[in-house]
């Protein structure tokens, strides 16, 4: 209200327009209070809820019930036309699945708060079958039934948890049929409600505390099968989600091959009773112990082939000329060394006497070639005496006459004979005819 509403009467005052401005000195009348919440809740719309039918009274053209949800404790009284549930195909009882129109209202009066029911369903097999296969598909849509997310089971696992109802005889097929199996089998049982309106919550809270134990290796929900309204906490889309986000693998077990459950779809195994869990998700010991005979046979034979094999070989080498005298290999290396040692000493000396004869060759080539020779020969070698005589200009060291005119008459010469020098002067030179004894 914009406006301050004000108390019909002689003594009215003006009245706070908003409950946030009410004070104890300026209180809203308690009629103006129900009229503001009757007229709030009148503007509420209907709306179609789900629930289970726990109380149902007739008082002529009224009934009264009580519905409550069907996954929580949560619980909501109603009313209700008896035209209205007489219109019904098949008449309401408690325990019925239905989903009603509500619509609100409140009793200005009494400051009571009613939920008129305007019309109410049954909800049949079919229905509630209908609703699975579009929550199955999806879920199916979203991947949480895909094969690659399945995790495989442990071969044998140490710690098994097993989710099953109180005493029921789901949890005694599974830990019988498991124990005959394996004896030395260990589980962490949780009992829990596995159907009505708090087995979901229950199965999830149990689910959770054994997927964060790192001794459990798998996780198997059990129950002994029943109707399909009974097996509805398997379909909740919630526990659907929780056992899709568990690190440990899960066995779906329900027993119930007629309808399906989602859980089996999303399980990581899912077994067709509680039974064949308990054999499925541990070995036969008997089986085991049968393999391990086998697998130690058949290594027995392969290890005996192989000795056998090389004993043979060993016979076949033993055999052999170079094993019977292995000295033989050494004598025939020691002849080719021995053979290599002549063959490179022969070679060596014949480098040698090649050398040497071409050394001898060059040294009578040197010899021939040496000025002794020619002077054996007979020849002279005429040198100045004193490279600075008669005026010439032959430097010390190349004295050697080669012109007359080096050695003018009157010069002292040396002359070099094959036997040693003599001195000699020179006369001059002679010309072409010219004569002297």
Known sequence: MSEPAALPGPEATTLPATAAETTPDNPWPLQL?????????????????????????????????????????????????????????????????????????????????????????????????????????????????ADSRKKPLPLLPHRIG???????????DVLQNAALRWPAVEFEVREVAVQGNTAVSQIIRALRELDERPDVDVIVIARG?????????????ELIRAVAAAATPVVSAIGHEADRPLLDDVADLRASTPTDAGKRIVPEVAEELAN?????????????????????????LHSRPVMAAPEGMVTARSEDVERLLRRSSAAVSSIVVRAADQLVHLQAQVRALSPQKTLDRGYAVVELADARA????????????????????????????????????????????ETHG
């Open 33 to 145: 209070l129900s009229q503001k919440l009757k007229a709030h809740i009148d503007r509420t719309p209907s709306a179609w809820v789900e629930g289970q039918v726990i109380e149902l009274n007739r008082r002529g053209t009224n009934a009264y019930l009580t519905l409550r949800d069907v996954d929580a404790e949560v619980s909501l009284p109603a009313s209700v036309w008896t035209k209205i549930l007489e219109r019904q195909n098949m008449p309401l009882e408690r325990g019925s699945r239905v989903v009603a129109l509500l619509k609100p209202e409140f009793w200005l009066k009494t400051g009571r708060l009613n939920m008129l029911v305007r019309d109410i369903r049954p909800v049949g097999l079919g229905d509630l079958l209908a609703r699975i296969e579009r929550l199955r598909q999806a879920l199916s849509a979203e991947g949480l039934f």
């Open 225 to 237: 099968g029943g109707a399909l309204e009974d097996l509805l906490p398997f379909n909740s889309e």
């Open 162 to 172: 097993l989710i099953t109802g109180r005493d029921s005889d789901a949890k005694k």
């Open 292 to 316: 391990v005979r086998q697998a130690r046979e058949q290594l027995r034979r392969c290890i005996g082939r192989l000795v056998d094999r090389e004993a043979d070989r060993l016979l076949s």
């Open 390 to 433: 008669a005026g010439t200009d032959v430097p010390a060291g190349h004295a050697v006459v080669r012109d007359p005119k080096e050695a003018p008459s009157g010069t002292p010469l040396s002359v070099r004979v094959a036997r040693g020098r003599f001195g000699a002067t020179s006369t001059g030179s002679i010309q072409q005819g």
